[in-house]
């Protein structure tokens, strides 16, 4: 079956993490779009997988889903795609993407591995990790894509589509998340739509995300710093590695204790609503965006109310997290209430994207 994606204006939550200067600024001017153009959506299946990876090769974007978000592919290696992918999301050029790729030997092409992301990659990969690496001297990914950097970040999803996609088109696709620069990270097939409908060549329908947060990024320098974290629990890297992860400069978490750059959040995944983090109570006229079995006081006063994961899950949380920012974005309420999640688990992660929806509108 193939249908087509109306496009239509969503000007939900965003999200973009910054942690260095090639992140810190997002583009609010993403091209227009072509209303006499709409993106097909197919369902994932050997048919959707042959059209994503011919479309590929001649140069298309592609939204398919991976395990933690859905991803926008262009041809990692073809420039023109890539100048499109940029244009597509109105992301800056200087803020570099992700490049995905089937398995460790394929990365070792375009990456230099030491013994630290050998082992990361051997523990974790296939999986919501992303390493960022010296580039090889012959990398075959385009200059564009990295921009400019000799570092390069790459990815091996764990999701079947992905997996599939990848196997088929052959070579490494670049894929940052499939939503407008500065917009909250998709989770489905119609959050893609909402947001690049019109603006792209097909979108591969995999059904809901699993993990709901993206990838964990860990960069193996001298030391191995988490520069995002993400789908792949600090703990879980930690016990591999037997030692702590550097936090990076003038991170909100560094024990350097320095705030952060104000660049660094400011108009990251923000959503158009308010958002009150911490909150023990909901003052009417707000939305509460609940986490766990107790209720809060004033809670019959609020617009409306979704709860992240009524028992008290955090990879539940996760998963649902960006699609209930979404929603609730569209209800009418001046604020969004947050309640408070632990930070353990897959809640840094949570907490990191709730912090910086919050960013200069609290
Ligand atoms: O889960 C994910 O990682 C998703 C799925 C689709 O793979 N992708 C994703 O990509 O979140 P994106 O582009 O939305 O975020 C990638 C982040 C950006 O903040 C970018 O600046 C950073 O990775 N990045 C990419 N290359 C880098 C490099 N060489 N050094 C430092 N940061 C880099
Ligand atoms: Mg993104």
Redesign the pocket.
Same mark, same amino acid.
């Given at each position: 079956m193939l249908y087509r994606a109306e496009p239509h204006s969503d000007k939900n939550a965003a999200y973009? $993490? *910054?942690?260095?200067t /090639?992140?810190e600024a997002e583009s609010r001017t993403p091209i227009p779009v072509n209303l006499a153009r709409s993106t097909p959506i197919l369902p994932a299946g050997e048919a959707a997988v042959a059209a994503a990876a011919r479309s590929l090769r001649e140069g298309g974007l592609v939204a398919f889903p &991976?395990e933690? @978000?859905? +991803?926008l592919g262009a041809d990692a290696t073809n420039p023109k795609a890539i100048a499109r992918l940029y244009q597509a999301k109105g992301r800056p050029a200087f803020? /570099? $993407?992700?490049a &995905?790729v089937r398995d460790l030997e394929a990365a070792k092409r375009i990456a230099r591995f030491d013994a630290t992301a050998i082992k990361l990659a051997e523990a974790f990969w296939p999986g /919501?990790l992303?390493l @960022?690496l010296p580039k090889t001297s012959d990398c075959a990914v385009a200059e564009l894509a990295?921009a400019g950097?000799d &570092?390069?970040?790459i990815?091996v /999803?764990a999701h079947r589509v992905a997996r599939d996609i990848l196997r088929a088109f052959g070579g490494p696709v670049v894929?940052?998340?499939?939503n407008l620069s500065g917009h909250v990270?998709p989770t489905t097939a119609a959050h893609v739509q909402s947001d690049l409908a019109g603006r792209i060549d097909l979108i591969v329908d995999g059904g809901p995300v699993a993990v709901g947060v993206?990838?964990t990024?860990v *960069?193996c320098f001298d030391e191995a710093v988490l520069?995002?974290p +993400? *789908?792949l629990p600090r703990g879980d890297i930690e016990r591999v590695l037997g030692r702590k992860l550097v936090q990076p400069p003038g991170d909100a978490n560094s024990d350097s204790g320095r705030p952060l750059a104000p660049g660094m959040l400011a108009s990251h995944y923000a959503p158009r609503t308010l958002v009150r983090l911490n909150a023990c109570n909901v003052e009417p006229g707000e939305a509460l965006l609940a986490f766990g079995p107790v209720a809060v006081s004033g809670v019959d006063a609020a617009t409306s109310v979704m709860n992240l994961s009524a028992r008290g899950d955090l990879d539940e949380a996760a998963a649902n997290l960006f699609g209930y920012l979404r929603a609730l974005d569209t209800r009418g309420a001046h604020t969004i209430a947050v309640m408070p999640v632990p930070h353990h688990g897959l809640g840094e992660a949570i907490n990191d994207r709730l912090r910086r929806a919050a960013v200069g509108r609290d």
């Open positions: 973009s $993490l *910054g942690f260095r /090639p992140q &991976t933690t @978000v859905y +991803g803020n /570099p $993407l992700i &995905t /919501p992303t @960022v990295t950097l &570092t390069i970040a990815r /999803p894929a940052p998340s499939a990270s993206e990838s990024i *960069g520069l995002r +993400g *789908g």
